[in-house]
């Protein structure tokens, strides 16, 4: 969550900025709240698991899972509106909103990883038997594992982005270099006719 923020917070600037100062108390807080069911389970490891217990952790999981979720709405949304916006107005299309155009790309195809592994938390809690829910909490951690390699294309495709930029930018300077050194040569008196 931490780390989408880190990469969405300028782009969800120039979509909702009224939103963004009580999206910046919000990330930290929701931060935390997504460790709680670790603590819950720590606490059960240790305790002995009892059913007040799984009640709570079953509980908590599903208050960290909503904000995760609506967390992963409201970047998406604002993802959706930044790309649409990217596609209709010419100026946004230059170099630098490419690393714009790369983040809301990722950010959405991670958010619908995140947001399939949580409707399967739900979904496996409702399997009665205890194979159907391990099968389908194999199929979750999936989910989040494919949302973490996606994290890690964005930044090979943030990072190619650059290095094509940065061979751009070599390019046109080592042209301008050539042209310069060209046109500093002394001009001849005799003229040639065309």
């Known amino acids: 969550m931490w780390y989408t923020w880190l990469r969405a917070e300028a782009i969800f600037d120039i979509v909702f900025p009224k939103l963004l100062p009580f999206m910046r108390i919000m990330v930290p807080v929701a931060t935390v709240v997504l460790y709680v069911p670790s603590v819950v389970a720590v606490i059960a490891a240790v305790t002995g698991s009892s059913s007040v217990l799984t009640a709570v952790s079953h509980l908590t999981m599903a208050v960290s899972s909503l904000l995760l979720l609506l967390f992963d709405v409201t970047v998406c949304v604002s993802f ?31 958010s619908l990883f995140e947001g399939l592994s949580v409707f399967g938390y739900v979904f496996a809690l409702t399997r009665v038997s205890f194979l159907e829910y391990q099968t389908i909490m194999v199929v979750v951690r999936a989910l989040v594992l494919c949302g973490y390699c996606t994290l890690v294309l964005l930044k090979v495709a943030l990072h190619r982005q650059k290095e094509a930029r940065r061979a751009v930018r070599t390019i046109s300077t080592g042209h301008s270099t050539y042209s310069s050194r060209f046109s500093s040569l002394p001009r001849s008196k005799t003229s040639v006719p065309v």
């Open 80 to 110: 959706s509106l930044y790309l649409r916006k990217a596609n209709a107005t010419i100026g946004l299309l230059d170099s630098q909103n490419d690393r714009f155009r790369i983040t809301c790309f990722y950010g959405l195809v991670t």
